[in-house]
């Protein structure tokens, strides 16, 4: 009990109330501007929170990393542009369902499932965070490296129909992940002498080009066509039915976020991921999965919340940063001379009690927020496009721009807007596209090892057991849908054979 005591103790602090409610708004606005995610935020408030009290200011990055996280999901929902990148397959559902007519009932389904995988994961961590360190512990390159494979097979039935196609956009996904500096050699790889492109592309530009910008000239080419605008009587709250409806996928969802949080280089992208697509796996109305099924919109909220208290894990227990936002929140660590690891959590158990009671303090914050302004934020439709539009587009330079100070990144976004935008024309989804980039660099490097640490025998990966039971279940990942298209096929043609002789 001494833990949650600590945290209770520093929620009673009316000053620390005040920094989860103010740092809560600052994240939850800032995560809804597409480019502007909880990276740059923190990496903002660096020379501020290195002045502040040590669990404070450590705390208060803890909040804007939670705030974001679920910010994200607003301009996923209504204008189909995820404000960070774990919002990306909070694209796929949450915005058919805005073109409904049911934009506030998307917003309180998020915002429920966010709060609530949130809170749950965060409740794991703070029994549970010396355990889970030790999880990460067995998880070498081996291990990564079939864990990547297994996100890979989700393309498989993840995204449209087309399982070509899909791979297809993961393989240029992967392709672009080779873009840069090869670490391990020296060699530069499809750089063709452009000094910007020596550290690779990162992913902030390209997800902003593809969405949205990619957006931005679908909408354009449809000036004729009427969008269909929320009303000021359709937003309403998630109904007791819709709770009844989502309440095993966010427990679901949120034990696959917990888990693939605590593993280092992951986070809420991979997790969303690989939660829409188990959600999917075993829904028994896969057909809606892309129209508008809350369950694919509760998935991944709440999975990519659950992995935002999961990240800190290795980032307190092992001194390794979960993602880049953790990396940021580990330097600000450093500088206040702080030093993460084992001896952390008996030597400063009040910084870890601030920490965790910050994040459980936003999640209820933002669901609080959330909920009053879920009407408040369904009215983004209402803007006109002409508008909308040129706002969303300068939001995303600027957020393209402010990563680098580099106007090749602009560059960058405008060529994948232009991309994203043929793609969707042809059939191509841009998510398997953003998958193999996020994943691609993942694959490369734990594979690199895995061949340093073998000498050269690949074939002693299989003899990993956590490495064999992901590439295993990559197997039934591809081969699944495959089977079950086939057996569809079969009954179909049994049924008809059956229905001529019966005539």
């Keep these: 009990?001494?833990?949650?005591?600590?945290?209770?103790?520093?929620?009673?602090?009316?000053?620390?109330?005040?920094?989860?409610?103010?740092?809560?708004?600052?994240?939850?606005?800032?995560?809804?501007?597409?480019?502007?995610?909880?990276v740059i935020l923190i990496a903002l408030m660096l020379p501020f929170v290195v002045r502040m009290d040590p669990t404070t200011g450590i705390a208060l990055c803890a909040i804007v990393y939670c705030a974001t996280t679920y910010g994200g999901s607003i301009t996923a929902i209504l204008i189909n542009t995820p404000g960070t990148p774990a919002a990306a397959m909070t694209?796929?559902?949450?915005?058919?369902?805005?073109?409904?007519?049911?934009?506030?009932?998307?917003?309180?389904?998020?915002?429920?499932?966010?709060?609530?995988?949130?809170?749950?994961?965060?409740?794991?961590?703070?029994?549970?965070?010396?355990?889970?360190?030790?999880?990460?512990?067995?998880?070498?390159?081996?291990?990564?490296?079939?864990?990547?494979?297994?996100?890979?097979?989700?393309?498989?039935?993840?995204?449209?129909?087309?399982?070509?196609?899909?791979?297809?956009?993961?393989?240029f996904g992967l392709l672009l992940a080779t873009i840069g500096t090869d670490l391990t050699t020296g060699i530069e790889r499809f750089t063709f002498g452009q000094a910007d492109l020596y550290e690779g592309i990162a992913v902030v530009q390209i997800m902003i080009g593809i969405f949205a910008g990619g957006e931005l000239l679908r909408q354009a080419t449809q000036t004729k066509v009427k969008r269909e605008l929320v009303a000021e009587g359709v937003t309403k709250l998630p109904s007791l039915q819709d709770f009844k409806a989502i309440w095993k996928t966010v427990l679901r969802a949120t034990g696959i976020g917990t888990f693939i949080g605590i593993l280092p280089a992951e986070g809420g992208k991979v997790a969303a991921m690989i939660a829409y697509n188990e959600e999917m796996r075993w829904s028994k109305n896969k057909d809606q999965f892309g129209k508008g099924a809350i369950e694919g919109l509760a998935a991944p909220e709440a999975a990519n919340n659950a992995a935002t208290g999961g990240t800190m894990v290795p980032t307190l227990a092992l001194g390794i940063p979960g993602g880049g936002s953790t990396a940021i929140i580990l330097t600000a660590m450093l500088i206040l001379g702080l030093r993460p690891g084992p001896a952390l959590f008996a030597e400063q158990p009040d910084l870890l009690a601030g920490i965790f009671g910050a994040m459980?303090?936003?999640?209820?914050?933002?669901?609080?927020?959330?909920?009053?302004?879920?009407?408040?934020?369904?009215?983004?439709?209402?803007?006109?496009?002409?508008?909308?539009?040129?706002?969303?587009?300068?939001?995303?330079?600027?957020?393209?721009?402010?990563?680098?100070?580099?106007?090749?990144?602009?560059?960058?976004?405008?060529?994948?807007?232009?991309?994203g935008f043929l793609l969707n024309r042809h059939g191509f989804a841009p998510a398997p596209i953003v998958m193999g980039l996020i994943l691609g660099e993942l694959i490369e490097t734990s594979l690199k090892q895995s061949y340093l640490?073998?000498?050269?025998?690949?074939?002693?990966?299989?003899?990993?057991?956590?490495?064999?039971?992901?590439?295993?279940?990559?197997?039934?990942?591809?081969?699944?849908?495959?089977?079950?298209?086939?057996?569809?096929?079969?009954?179909?043609?049994?049924?008809?054979?059956?229905?001529?002789?019966?005539?």
């Design 1 to 38: 009990m001494e833990p949650f005591l600590l945290v209770l103790q520093f929620l009673a602090d009316p000053y620390n109330l005040f920094i989860i409610a103010a740092g809560t708004l600052v994240g939850l606005i800032v995560g809804a501007l597409p480019g502007l995610g909880s």
């Design 91 to 171: 694209t796929f559902d949450g915005f058919p369902m805005a073109q409904k007519g049911e934009a506030g009932r998307a917003l309180g389904i998020a915002t429920f499932s966010s709060a609530i995988g949130g809170i749950l994961g965060i409740l794991v961590m703070i029994v549970a965070t010396p355990l889970l360190a030790k999880v990460a512990y067995h998880f070498g390159p081996a291990e990564f490296f079939a864990l990547a494979v297994f996100g890979m097979s989700m393309l498989a039935s993840i995204s449209g129909n087309s399982m070509v196609k899909n791979f297809i956009g993961g393989a």
């Design 360 to 419: 459980l303090g936003a999640n209820i914050c933002f669901l609080i927020y959330g909920m009053v302004g879920a009407k408040f934020f369904s009215r983004i439709t209402l803007i006109p496009t002409t508008v909308l539009w040129p706002c969303v587009i300068c939001l995303a330079a600027l957020g393209a721009f402010s990563l680098q100070q580099s106007m090749f990144d602009v560059g960058v976004m405008v060529f994948f807007a232009i991309l």
């Design 453 to 503: 640490i073998y000498d050269g025998n690949l074939w002693a990966i299989l003899q990993q057991p956590i490495a064999l039971v992901f590439l295993l279940l990559s197997v039934v990942g591809v081969c699944g849908p495959l089977i079950a298209k086939a057996l569809g096929a079969w009954r179909a043609n049994q049924a008809a054979l059956l229905t001529g002789n019966d005539e």
